[in-house]
């Protein structure tokens, strides 16, 4: 079992920037951010494999940046040059390391509680 503590959320500017850190209990698993905005499905926004592999969604690359500090079990999410389309709930999450480098929601069983980022314009 793995169990991860998404923290950093917050509201900002469209243009400005923010970093998410979500706290796992376990690293041999791909790790990945989603976020769901109201009225819409969960949707895969980057992950990245045990071995540095990463996948990001086509919709935040060149802004956003996955990474993560071994040594303190920690997930990273930086966030630049946010926009309004941006806003929702982000959570974090594993997959066993067999599926892959996945942005499919439904093959990752471990889920964090979630952290708001709001985006005005």
């Known amino acids: 079992q793995v169990q991860l503590v998404e923290s950093g959320g917050g509201s900002v500017q469209a243009g400005g920037s923010l970093r998410l850190s979500c706290a796992a209990s376990?690293?041999?698993?791909?790790l990945g951010w989603f976020r769901q905005a109201p009225g819409k499905e969960r949707e895969g926004v980057v992950a990245?494999?045990?071995?540095?592999?990463?996948r990001y969604a086509d919709s935040v690359k060149g802004r956003f940046t996955i990474s993560r500090d071994n040594a303190k079990n920690t997930l990273y999410l930086q966030m630049n040059s946010l926009k309004p389309e941006d806003t929702g709930m982000y959570y974090c999450?594993?997959?066993?390391?067999?599926?892959?480098?996945?942005?499919?929601?439904?093959?990752?069983?471990?889920w964090g509680q979630g952290t708001q980022v709001t985006v005005s314009s």
């Open positions: 990245i494999a045990d071995n540095g592999v990463t």
């Open positions: 376990r690293y041999d698993y791909t």
């Open positions: 999450a594993a997959s066993p390391h067999w599926n892959g480098v996945t942005l499919k929601p439904g093959l990752f069983v471990y």
